[in-house]
């Protein structure tokens, strides 16, 4: 499975960006999905997930009632609306797949076999 994502930018604090991410395969709807991000000089930290069908989301603290992850299996897409963004968001943001019918909403980066090339976020003060 390749993964794309797009839709990182510039951002002032407070603003809100939706992060998108397109798979290659249309088995898509068999993998519960991630999204990770890494600023400089720092581990690549969960963000969210979500089952492969859609019904259950996990969230990290740092970004439970500002992010939202969600899928759209017809169009093989998995999204992360980013909203209220502060500074320290900034990141480069990857997606990430589990292995095929894994179920639940997995959080460590052990439990995805696929990752995006990633996209940078960068929210000023």
């Known amino acids: 499975v390749q993964l794309q994502a797009s839709g990182g930018g510039l951002v002032q604090a407070g603003g809100s960006l939706r992060l998108s991410c397109v798979a290659s395969?249309?088995?898509?709807?068999?993998?519960?999905m991630g999204w990770f991000r890494q600023a400089p000089g720092k581990e690549r930290e969960f963000a969210a997930s979500i089952s492969w069908s859609g019904g259950s989301t996990y969230y990290a603290d740092s970004v439970k009632g500002r992010f939202t992850i969600s899928r759209d299996n017809s169009k093989n897409t998995v999204y992360l609306h980013m909203n209220n963004l502060k500074p320290e968001d900034s990141a480069v943001y990857y997606c990430?797949?589990?292995?095929?019918?894994?179920?639940?909403?997995?959080?460590?980066?052990?439990?995805?076999?696929?990752w995006g090339q990633g996209t940078q976020v960068t929210v000023s003060s």
């Open positions: 990430a797949g589990s292995r095929p019918g894994h179920s639940g909403t997995p959080y460590r980066t052990g439990e995805y076999d696929y």
């Open positions: 395969e249309r088995a898509f709807s068999r993998h519960s």
